[in-house]
C-alpha cells in the first residue's frame, strides 16, 4: 500500500497558477499509477488528470486540458499537478490517489489509495 500526502492547495484569482504536489510513502512508488480527481461541493468526484507508472502516457478532463500539467518523479515519490489559467470552475478539494496497475485510468473505484486532500479556491 502507498500513503498520500497531498499540499499547495489555497486560494487564488481567476487567471492564476497554483501548483499542487502529492507526497508517497512505501514501497515501490514506480509500480503505482497516479492521478488527481477534484470534488466540489454537491458534486461527484470528478476526474481532472492522470499518469502512467513510467510518466510516458498522461491523461486529462478535457476541461482542463491546456491549462493543467502533471508529471511525476519517481525518485522523489512525488507526482506534481501545475495548474494555470485557473478559473472559478475549478473551486474543490482536489485529491492524489495510486492505482497498482500499468495503465491510467480515469475511475475513481479503479484507483486504491487515497490522500485526504487540498483545498483550492480560485476567485472571480
Known amino acids: 500500500q502507498v500513503y498520500l500526502v497531498e499540499s499547495g492547495g489555497g486560494q487564488v484569482q481567476a487567471g492564476g497558477s497554483l501548483r499542487l504536489s502529492c507526497a508517497a510513502s512505501?514501497?515501490?512508488?514506480?509500480?503505482?499509477?497516479m492521478a488527481w480527481f477534484r470534488q466540489a461541493p454537491g458534486h461527484e468526484r470528478e476526474f481532472v488528470a492522470a499518469i502512467s507508472r513510467s510518466g510516458e502516457d498522461t491523461r486529462y478532463a478535457d476541461s482542463v486540458k491546456g491549462r493543467f500539467t502533471i508529471s511525476r518523479d519517481n525518485t522523489e515519490n512525488t507526482v506534481v499537478l501545475q495548474m494555470n489559467s485557473l478559473k472559478p470552475e475549478d473551486t474543490a478539494v482536489y485529491f492524489c490517489?495510486?492505482?497498482?496497475?500499468?495503465?491510467?485510468?480515469?475511475?475513481?473505484?479503479?484507483?486504491?489509495?487515497w490522500g485526504q486532500g487540498t483545498q483550492v479556491t480560485v476567485s472571480a
Open positions: 512505501g514501497r515501490s512508488f514506480s509500480s503505482y499509477a
Open positions: 490517489a495510486a492505482r497498482a496497475q500499468m495503465y491510467v485510468t480515469t475511475i475513481p473505484r479503479s484507483y486504491d489509495s
